[in-house]
């Protein structure tokens, strides 16, 4: 068997240095671009899962007070291991810094009275429309505007307010005792 040297046809040559040198970089510039948007996107997500969390903690609370409002308007309590006192809706506590109750809820939206393990703050503001008018069709002695405001990372306690650091969310409904 006989082997031959075959030379090198014109159209038929590999890559040079330059070209493989200059690949590669662009190939590292676009894994540097693709790389840096995992952050924003990891934030997003984050926000996102928060904005569902504080949604569905604020609407358990909510629909706890309205089904309960028609038999105790003035005696409301909330669904936690260690409730709060009894939540009168026929008052007002208009005030964030001086909620009618205050809470915490963990990352699974589980709502307790400790801060341990807490990653949201939850605020329960009524207004019994003393000061304001009360919408149609309440009549003001039979109807509470509730306000829940849930803020991540939690409050430390009820009379602190907001940073720029937190994310604060309220959530309105009026609750009737009828």
Known sequence: MKHCLRMPTPGRRGFSLVEVVLALGIISFAIVAI???????????????????????????????????????????????????????????TSPTAPAAFLYADNDGQISGSATNATYSISIITDDFSTTASPVPFDSGFANKVTIRIVSPPLASASSTPSSGQTAQDYVRVISKY
């Open 35 to 93: 790389l840096g948007v995992f952050p924003l996107g990891l934030r997003t997500s984050h926000s996102s899962q928060d904005d569902a969390r504080a949604t569905q903690i604020a609407q358990n609370v909510l629909n706890a007070m309205a089904s309960q409002s028609q038999q105790n308007f003035t005696n409301i309590v909330l669904p936690c291991p260690s409730p709060p006192p009894p939540i009168n809706l026929a008052s007002s506590s």
